[in-house]
């Protein structure tokens, strides 16, 4: 079993920067693993924002939602089990609960490709 713990949200103002962490555990989790992080609005489907590959896959490959792309960086500490999401010139759509997510696929673009989870962090955009 993998657990998953998000920590980092909180309220900002518009324009501004967070960065979010995800602390993996357990003794079946992998750094072959991809993480990805995602996103639910208050009243919308949860939905894609970043992802990055295993580092056995071309070199910890990362891809953006088009949403962020520019503003948003995903990373990877793989000493500490630790993925990041730098977020820069926030705006208030970018308000969400913001959830980490472990695929045993070394790449993965899909929700239904990831099989573990965290509990969520709210982030809050003020304009």
């Known amino acids: 079993q993998v657990q998953l713990v998000e920590s980092g949200g909180q309220l900002v103002q518009a324009g501004g920067s967070l960065r979010l962490s995800c602390a993996a555990s357990g003794r079946t989790f992998s750094n072959s693993y991809a993480m990805g992080w995602f996103r639910q609005a208050p009243g919308k489907e949860r939905e894609f924002v970043a992802t990055?590959?295993?580092?056995?896959?071309?070199?910890?490959?990362?891809f953006y939602a088009d949403s962020v792309k520019g503003r948003f960086t995903i990373f990877r500490d793989n000493a500490k089990n630790t993925v990041y999401l730098q977020m820069n010139s926030l705006k208030p759509e970018d308000t969400a609960v913001y959830y980490c997510?472990?695929?045993?696929?070394?790449?993965?673009?899909?929700?239904?490709?990831?099989?573990?989870w965290g509990q969520g962090t709210q982030v809050t955009v003020s304009s």
């Open positions: 997510a472990a695929s045993t696929y070394p790449y993965a673009l899909a929700q239904r490709m990831y099989d573990y």
């Open positions: 990055i590959a295993a580092i056995t896959w071309t070199g910890s490959q990362t």
